[in-house]
């Protein structure tokens, strides 16, 4: 791209023809198409063991279960690292692995990543990587979630649509980005449109009203209302950036900061 920001995704798997699977669809394809950010994919089986480029192993000590063997790992993120032929950037690029394992993945961090001009991310198989490879060549661990996958692909998906769509140019309008739950630091206010009615159901007046100023209010109330009923630890988030008189209206509503919330209030 011209000067302008973007990030390289180096991603090191052994299913490369799931790329960019959904990651080529509506506006992150768009994006990717036009360069805004670039994906480059890595195929552990290049870099195999022997005629049959082995990738995995049975692992020591017994048990069930193929572990991820270090040489065709190391081997390829070393490749991601050297391939980069626009300027050499990904040299220093954090290495992540999708683990269930990591640190969750959240907001900021993906802000933090949007910064980066490469990023290598390593999608594991099996029962996991050989722990020698994980301390050589992975600079963070990171899960997107307490629940178990089959590989680590479709979490580096997540990670780069999250990461992706904060990078300038990749929403069609600047700001369409920012009123995001966990962005703004609160859950969302309900959307409505047309037809003002239906199937009985009336849109709130205050949307028809043409009263910008009220509607933002109100907006801003059913943001506030919907976290404190559905992630109430959300309102003492640094992020949730509460003034003092949303803090007391809140507390009126039975809020209570130190994390208990009294629904029958
Ligand atoms: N994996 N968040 C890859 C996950 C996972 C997660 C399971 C990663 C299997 C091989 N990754 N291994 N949750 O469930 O990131």
């Known amino acids: 791209m011209d000067g302008c920001t973007s990030v390289n995704f180096h991603i090191v798997t052994l299913f490369p023809g799931l790329f960019p699977g959904p990651l080529a669809e509506g506006v992150m394809g768009r994006a990717l198409r036009q360069g805004v950010f670039v994906l480059c994919v890595h195929n552990m089986r290049d870099h195999g063991a022997g005629p049959h480029h082995v990738v995995d192993d049975a692992a020591f000590g017994g048990g069930p279960g193929m572990v991820l063997k270090a040489g065709p790992l190391a081997a390829s993120v070393a490749e991601a690292r050297h391939a980069d032929g626009d300027d ?52 963070h661990e990171i899960s997107i979630g307490d629940y178990v996958l089959t590989g680590g692909e479709l979490p580096v998906m997540v990670l780069i649509e999250a990461v992706a769509r904060r990078v300038p140019g ?79 209206w809140l507390k009126e509503r039975g809020w209570r900061p130190d994390g208990a919330y009294d629904r029958n209030e």
């Open 170 to 248: 990749v929403l069609g309008s600047k700001d369409s980005g920012k009123a995001d739950s966990f962005a703004s630091g609160l859950l969302q206010h309900p959307h409505y449109t047309r037809p003002a009615v239906w199937e009985g159901e009336a849109v709130p007046d205050i949307l028809l009203s043409g009263d910008h100023a009220r509607v933002t209010q109100w907006r801003r109330e059913q943001s506030l209302l919907r976290t404190l009923r559905r992630r109430p630890d959300l309102l003492s988030q640094p992020q949730a950036a509460l003034s003092s008189a949303e803090r007391e």
């Open 88 to 139: 050499g950037g990904a040299a220093d690029a954090p290495v992540l692995l999708l683990d269930p394992q990591g640190a969750r993945l959240t907001q900021g961090l993906v802000d933090e990543l949007a910064q980066k001009q490469d990023i290598i991310l390593v999608a594991g198989r099996y029962e996991g990587i050989d722990e020698r490879a994980r301390e050589r060549v992975i600079t």
